[in-house]
Antibody, heavy 122, light 109 residues
Framework: QVTLRESGPALVKPTQTLTLTCTFS??????????VSWIRQPPGKALEWLAR???????FYSTSLKTRLTISKDTSKNQVVLTMTNMDPVDTATYYC??????????????WGQGTLVTVSS | EIVLTQSPGTLSLSPGERATLSCRAS???????LAWYQQKPGQSPRLLIY???SRATGIPDRFSGSGSGTDFTLTISKLEPEDFAVYYCQQYGSSPPFSFGPGTKVDIK
């Protein structure tokens, strides 16, 4: 059974750095073709892809946010960490992590976490 | 970078009716790497269709996807009450970014 769960602060101040952790089970990021992505969704708005990390430690970032994002993994803990620097109120959103089994379905997100709402406010 | 547009923004239909949702890409989506997701209020998105026309595991056959190149369609043959939701298309070609469309809301008429 595949599960993912996001964790991190619910509230951050402007200019602070956000650190989110995705803890997953039911698959391994050391398996060839397995990846994890982060996606966010501002309240009432559309989904926005942020970043992806692959089993071989390849990393990909949103063009518009890549200077602020860092994605990393701890395979032994089944965790993926996303950091976003210089947070702004426009970054208020629900942040999701999702599994990406490249060799099964291509780059789609087949399992999602429940999401964590992050509010940026002073 | 591929930009996706979806139409209409909102589709008002009755249960039992057919829903046709459109997704258009600003450039050719390679190998039909186009997916559709359903999202209900307060829930995470759910994968419906990948590869433009393949249904994900457990998705009812009233959902079908078609299209290639830059024009793609999601069809719901007969709307069930649980199908009223927001639908997003997403392209996942060989290189990032892996963009989403703005969504189409299917609501009850």
């Amino acid at each position: 059974q595949v599960t993912l769960r996001e964790s991190g602060p619910a509230l951050v101040k402007p200019t602070q750095t956000l650190t989110l952790t995705c803890t997953f089970s039911g698959f391994s990021l050391s398996t060839s073709g397995m990846c994890v992505s982060w996606i966010r969704q501002p309240p009432g708005k559309a989904l926005e892809w942020l970043a992806r990390i692959d089993w071989d430690d390849d990393k990909f970032y949103s063009t518009s946010l890549k200077t602020r994002l860092t994605i990393s993994k701890d395979t032994s803990k089944n965790q993926v960490v996303l950091t976003m620097t210089n947070m702004d109120p426009v970054d208020t959103a629900t942040y999701y992590c999702a599994r990406v089994p490249i060799t099964i379905f291509g780059g789609v997100f087949d399992y999602w976490g429940q999401g964590t709402l992050v509010t940026v406010s002073s | 970078e591929i930009v996706l547009t979806q139409s209409p923004g909102t589709l008002s239909l009755s249960p039992g009716e057919r829903a046709t949702l459109s997704c258009r890409a600003s450039q050719t989506v390679s190998s039909s790497y186009l997916a559709w997701y359903q999202q209900k209020p307060g829930q995470s998105p759910r994968l419906l269709i990948y590869g433009a026309s393949s249904r994900a595991t457990g998705i009812p056959d009233r959902f079908s996807g078609s299209g290639s190149g830059t024009d793609f369609t999601l069809t719901i043959s007969k709307l069930e009450p649980e199908d009223f939701a927001v639908y997003y298309c997403q392209q996942y070609g060989s290189s990032p970014p892996f963009s989403f469309g703005p969504g189409t809301k299917v609501d009850i008429k």
